[in-house]
């Protein structure tokens, strides 16, 4: 595991693609059963991993599991209350210039998330705010941040303007990376410390099949928007 940072209540991860967030039945890697070894191999008998929030398999970045209980407790309560900031990135399909704001609603029918129209008894709204920062060879870069939270969210909003996350091939993108990976990562969180009370920023940088994606172009806005 990349561990980001580590204290008495946090343990902060550069989530890898293709890492389950929590056990799905499969037996594939996951990050709670990965947190509970290393505890156990450093001495800790029976260690407590609290599941904060979670990240799509084939999406990488900052994922924050408390290690107690009461830590769980408040910083859940935050990604409820919408008191973090989540900033992504992404590479999408086409060209988008300036900034916006997309609100959809999104429906999970049969565990498969899909947007549906607004008056549907099961979709919720979600909000994301997203600033163009690079552009080449037909894709752009964005600076994604959500303010709400739902399955899919970003991958299914993009789909649904036409600018598919490249690798993503569920959602209906043409370009394929590897087959399993997006290009879609997870680059900064922001929160409030449950102990320090202080608010904490965490980063992780990009994961290696990105630089399939990246053109020069690209990749200097991404430096840029990292900065």
Not at 17 to 41: F, H, I, N, W, Y
Not at 56 to 77: F, H, K, N
Not at 216 to 227: F, G, M, N
Request: aromatic share 4%.
């Amino acid at each position: 595991m990349d561990i980001l940072h580590r204290d008495d209540d946090l343990l902060v991860l550069n989530k890898a693609p293709g890492v389950l967030s929590q056990p799905d039945g499969t037996g594939d890697a996951d990050v709670v059963t990965l947190a509970k070894d290393k505890l156990r191999e450093e001495g800790e008998s029976d260690p407590f991993i609290g599941l904060t929030h979670r990240l799509d398999r084939p999406t990488s970045g900052v994922l924050v599991v408390a290690l107690s209980s009461e830590s769980a407790r408040i910083i859940s309560r935050q990604f409820r209350e919408r008191n973090v900031e989540k900033e992504y990135l992404a590479v999408v399909e086409g060209v988008l210039s300036g900034a916006g704001r997309w609100t959809d609603y999104i429906a999970k029918p049969g565990r498969a998330p899909r947007i549906v129209p607004a008056d549907d008894p099961e979709g919720k709204r979600a909000v994301l705010s997203w600033q163009a920062v690079g552009q080449a060879e037909d894709r752009t870069l964005l600076k994604v941040q959500l303010e709400t939270g739902r399955p899919h969210q970003i991958r299914l909003q993009c789909a649904e303007r036409g600018h598919h996350i490249l690798g993503d091939i569920r959602h209906g993108s043409s370009v394929e990376i590897d087959g399993r990976n997006l290009a879609l990562h997870h680059a900064m969180l922001r929160l409030e410390h449950p102990s320090t009370h202080r608010m904490e920023t965490f980063r992780a940088p990009l994961p290696a099949h990105w630089s399939r994606v990246l053109t020069p172009d690209l990749q200097s806005a991404v430096e840029r928007a990292t900065t």
